[in-house]
């Protein structure tokens, strides 16, 4: 459906993004694309063990430590022509699965509080329909570190399933069984980003996602993983930073990572997003204006790519043109 993509089911899939991979030296990165580049899987640093413990990292911290303490992990991906981490496949002790971590806590006392609500939550969803073969936990919650104020990060395996859990997440805050964020909740959310938006026009794009609720006072999100996975296939090249508007097409594939929107515009067919920020961010029919990268297939064909690095500083995907449904595209 769309350039620059293969199906996973031409090759065995070990990982996937949202998994998180730990060196022989103690660091834990997230996988962030699940084909290997001479062979080694394309991360970012997410823990770093300093003064006896994981410390959560940053982009720009993460970049630092590793320029001064392990420089060959930095990597330069010619198949994405970006640079971002990358992990040999010798150099990994331990591959931890989000769909493991769930079936652990399924079969285990919860430890603590947080965990608790992730098992609340992933009862409600199972009663209601969702298939629990499709639902796992990354971030903190995966590894084991989270604390009382850690976030649950669901990441949900295949469309049907994603939208299933989505309009759960409408209904049970409908029925006060779960709540909407709070200010503070939005405004902590928005200050992780680093959003490019104000703060108004980034909760007026949030809102209407259902992706994010509270329960209990714990924020949580839920995330796609489309199954099969597409890969990119590159090599690509970027040709530098552009700004367009333009209108949506289809937005079927908006919540996938990357979110893809295919766009109605004489030069270009599409735009991607590698950052959860502009994931579910604009509905077929609306204008939106977008801030990205122009990118180049072998073949010569053209596409904007948003999510340069993790909180992609000076770009950004916004709706100048407002559609009337609450909900982006269904389709499986």
């Not at 911290?61 to 970006?82: G, K, T, V, W």
């Not at 806590?105 to 919860?110: F, H, M, Q, T």
């Not at 995330?223 to 970027?238: N, Q, W, Y």
């Not at 920020?277 to 073949?299: F, R």
Request: net charge neutral; with cysteine.
């Amino acid at each position: 459906m769309f350039p620059f993509l293969f199906s996973t089911t031409e090759f065995a899939v070990n990982y996937q993004p949202r998994d998180f991979i730990e060196t022989h030296d103690g660091l834990i990165f997230a996988v962030v694309d699940g084909l290997p580049e001479d062979d080694r899987v394309l991360c970012f640093l997410r823990y770093a063990p300093i003064g006896g413990k994981l410390a959560k990292m940053g982009t720009d911290q993460a970049n630092a430590y590793l320029q001064s303490r392990a420089p060959r992990y930095l990597f330069l991906s010619e198949r994405l022509d970006a640079r971002l981490h990358a992990v040999p496949l010798a150099d990994i002790r331990r591959h931890y699965r989000p769909r493991e971590r769930v079936r652990e806590l399924l079969n285990s006392e919860p430890r603590d509080e947080i965990e608790r609500k992730a098992v609340s939550l992933l009862q409600k969803f199972g009663a209601l329909g969702v298939e629990i073969g499709r639902i796992g936990l990354t971030g903190s919650l995966l590894i084991g570190v989270q604390t009382p104020k850690s976030d649950l990060d669901f990441v949900i395996y295949g469309r049907k399933a994603f939208f299933e859990a989505r309009d759960i997440v409408g209904r049970l805050i409908g029925s006060g069984e779960l709540q909407e964020l709070n200010d503070a909740a939005w405004r902590d959310a928005y200050d992780r980003r680093g959003c490019a938006l104000g703060f108004e026009e980034f909760l007026r794009h949030e809102r209407r996602k259902l992706n994010k609720a509270m329960i209990g006072g714990t924020k949580f999100d839920i995330t796609l993983i489309a199954e099969p996975l597409s890969m990119e296939s590159g090599p690509v090249r970027k040709l530098g930073p552009i700004l367009i508007r333009a209108e949506v097409a289809d937005a079927a594939c908006a919540f996938d990572y990357p979110a893809r929107y295919r766009l109605n515009h004489a030069e270009f067919a599409e735009a991607v997003s590698f950052t959860h920020t502009y994931a579910g961010q604009a509905l077929a029919g609306e204008t939106v204006e977008i801030s990205g990268l122009l990118e180049e297939s072998p073949s010569g064909k053209r596409r904007i790519v948003v999510g340069s690095s993790r909180e992609a500083s000076g770009e950004y995907i916004k709706v100048v043109s407002w559609a009337n449904s609450p909900h982006p595209d269904r389709q499986t």
